[in-house]
């Protein structure tokens, strides 16, 4: 119904702080979006902004393997240089990794990415609240010299931080030149370059993005000096996962992809694990987000300013694992052991 997305896209950009005298940007590629762009356009208009809409051609070929950091701005500076005069930008293409998004961020516009399906887009409408908490955790986090990953599994994985900033996302943002995704809520940092070590393995229910699949076969993971030495079966038993994870970044041809990224934790309640069986799964945020899972990520740092900007990427969602930080345990199996990240009706 448009009237209802319309309603949620006015009451985000209430969130988002927009406000007469700004500019909102709207940015869509080829065919893809139409009626959030006229959302958007029209709630931006409710709140006295001016607003208009850069509608990028389409790819000129069909996408394969998901590659970051391909904006479709890469050769139309002039594009770069009109969203980069507006207040906020409303991505609907995913700008993520991009050098083109840094760039619009430096000159101090706001990003808000959307691109998950309207249902999900209702269901886990920012709040407030949900902020508070995802500040908290990324308080903790940014404090924190070293995180563990255990799982009952057996992961043991040791990250060194202090490296890279702690980066939050809760669904909205009213801040000049920070970037956010309807929906999310979560925090992530990175280990150093070179200092993550140890093991991870992914048990059945585990989630494969962008594959958007749940693991169905124990996979192990050797890591050494912040990069991928292995990837296999637990005990050298066959694993398909380990197989379709392994050939997926060999595709790339690009050693980097092999690389450690960012790791961090969910902390929306309302989200679901199951939530691939919805909508198609759309890119996955609420499986990024949903209460108490332990995410890393495997490719590019250069989000939080680091050097790997390979296009090849993986985010892992895990489940019951615990975490700790310089030895405090945070996640204790999948639940949150400080009171204050923690929704209000949990117990």
């Known amino acids: 119904d448009q009237n209802l997305f319309n309603s949620i896209c006015l009451e985000q950009l209430r969130l988002s702080a927009v406000h007469e005298g700004e500019t909102v940007a709207v ?21 006295g902004a001016a607003t208009y809409h850069l509608r990028l051609p389409a790819p000129a070929t069909a996408k394969g393997a998901w590659a970051v950091g391909e904006s479709g701005l890469g050769t139309n500076p002039r594009a770069v240089e ?17 050098k083109e998004q840094f760039a619009i961020q430096d000159a101090g516009t706001r990003i808000l990415t959307c691109v998950e399906p309207a249902p999900l887009l209702a269901r886990l409408m920012p709040t407030r609240e949900l902020r508070e908490r995802v500040e908290i955790g990324a308080e903790l986090l940014a404090g924190a010299t070293t ?10 994985v040791t990250y060194r931080l202090g490296v890279y900033p702690t980066l939050s996302e809760y669904g ?29 393995v992914l048990s059945p229910g585990d989630v494969l993005l962008p594959f958007n699949t749940y693991v169905q076969t124990p996979v192990e993971l050797t890591i050494e000096a912040g990069f991928i030495r292995a990837i296999r079966g637990v005990g050298g038993a066959p694993s398909l996962d380990a197989d379709l994870l392994d050939s997926y970044i060999r595709s790339f041809d690009d050693p980097r992809g092999y690389g450690m990224s960012h790791v961090g934790w969910g902390l929306d309640e309302r989200a679901h694990w199951h939530g691939l069986t919805q909508f198609g799964g759309g890119m996955g945020m609420e499986l990024r987000s949903f209460y108490g899972n332990v995410m890393f990520s495997i490719g590019p740092n250069n989000e939080l300013g680091g ?41």
Request: net charge negative.
């Open 27 to 47: 940015l869509s590629r080829g065919a893809e979006r139409p009626e959030y762009a006229d959302a958007f356009l029209w709630a931006a208009q409710q709140l």
């Open 172 to 200: 909205f943002t009213d801040t000049p030149g920070r970037w956010d995704h309807w929906p999310a809520a979560f925090v992530f940092t990175g280990g150093a370059d070179d200092g993550v070590d140890g093991r991870i």
């Open 82 to 98: 009109a969203l980069k005069a507006a207040d906020m930008v409303i991505d609907l293409t995913f700008l993520l990794f991009s």
């Open 147 to 156: 995180m563990r990953i255990t799982s009952p599994a057996g992961t043991d």
């Open 307 to 347: 050097p790997n900007d390979t296009p090849c990427h993986f985010d892992i969602p895990m489940r019951g694992c615990s975490l700790y930080l310089d030895d405090a345990l945070i996640v204790d199996a999948g639940e949150l052991t400080v009171p204050e990240m923690r929704p209000g009706n949990r117990r």
